[in-house]
């Protein structure tokens, strides 16, 4: 069974140059939201050695990919790493499916990375004008 390949953030194709040979991937994506500020220092009711995961995880971001808006599932994703590295056993059942609920709740919300990129907070129809005019056929 093939899986559809997951989402890229608009942030990490607009890193690649992938807008420049596929200008429309840019149009689709125009009224997208854009966080406004970036990833803050961890909870402070986060464990110490979570933390410092946080800390870790954080610096290897790439830039403008987490913002505030991510923190949550930032949150999930250092308590994950924490959980992996004292070797907890995760496959419990219901561990297994209150993952995937918190999981399709991100993706509803749009609170990752991938998934903002399919947000519209906007009419899609709307153009920046300068697209329009450099998007348009000589007469």
């Known amino acids: 069974m093939n899986m559809p390949k997951p989402r890229v953030p608009t942030a990490s194709l607009e890193a690649r140059g992938s807008f420049m040979r596929h200008p429309e991937r840019k149009r689709a994506r125009a009224n997208e939201p ?81 998934d903002r990129s399919k947000v519209k907070t906007s009419d899609e129809n709307t153009q920046d004008p300068l697209e329009a005019f450099l998007s348009r056929k000589p007469s």
Not at 42 to 59: D, G
Not at 63 to 71: C, H, K, R
Not at 75 to 89: D, G, I, P, T
């Open 34 to 114: 854009v966080p406004s500020r970036s990833l803050s220092e961890p909870p402070q009711y986060l464990a110490p050695a979570e933390m410092l995961i946080w800390q870790e995880l954080s610096a290897k971001l790439p830039a403008g990919v987490a913002f505030d808006s991510d923190e949550t599932a930032f949150e999930v994703l250092v308590c994950l790493v924490f959980a992996f590295r004292k070797r907890q056993a995760l496959a419990l059942p219901h561990v297994v499916g209150e993952l995937s609920a918190m999981n399709k709740l991100f993706t509803q919300f749009g609170m990752t990375p991938a």
